[in-house]
Nanobody
Framework: VQLQASGGGLVQAGGSLRLSCAASGRSFGGYVMGWFRQAPGKEREFVAVISGRFTTYYGDSVKGRFTISRENAKNTVYLQMNSLRPEDTAVYYC????????????????WGRGTQVTVSS
C-alpha cells in the first residue's frame, strides 16, 4: 500500500483545512488508517485513527476540533481540521495498517509523505 497525503497549507488561527490521504492497492476498506503529526523539535504525535468499520478515536489535543473520515470507494481518508491553533502547526502524516488500530506510530506498517500545515496567529 502506498499513501500520499495532501491538502496542507498556511491558514490563520481559527481557520480550517481538510487533509486527504490517497491509498493505492487493494482492500483499502480493510485497513486501519491514522493521522499523525510532528512539529519541529518535537516527537511524532498521534492525531486520529479510523478503523475499517468506521470506528474513530482522537488524540486529546484535537478532540472536538478535528474529524477523521474515510471514503473507501475512493481509497481515501480525510482529516477535517477546524478551529486551528498555532500549536497545530506540524507536518501531518497518514499511516495505515491491516490490524493495528492504536496510537503508537511504529506499529503502523505503511506511511505516506507528510504535508505541512502552518497556522499563523
Amino acid at each position: 500500500v502506498q499513501l500520499q497525503a495532501s491538502g496542507g497549507g498556511l491558514v490563520q488561527a481559527g481557520g480550517s483545512l481538510r487533509l486527504s490521504c490517497a491509498a493505492s492497492g487493494r482492500s483499502f476498506g480493510g485497513y486501519v488508517m491514522g493521522w499523525f503529526r510532528q512539529a519541529p523539535g518535537k516527537e511524532r504525535e498521534f492525531v486520529a485513527v479510523i478503523s475499517g468499520r468506521f470506528t474513530t478515536y482522537y488524540g486529546d489535543s484535537v478532540k472536538g476540533r478535528f474529524t477523521i473520515s474515510r471514503e473507501n470507494a475512493k481509497n481515501t481518508v480525510y482529516l477535517q481540521m477546524n478551529s486551528l491553533r498555532p500549536e497545530d502547526t506540524a507536518v501531518y502524516y497518514c499511516a495505515g495498517d491491516r490490524k493495528y488500530a492504536g496510537t503508537y506510530g511504529p506499529q503502523y506498517d505503511y506511511w505516506g509523505r507528510g504535508t505541512q500545515v502552518t497556522v499563523s496567529s
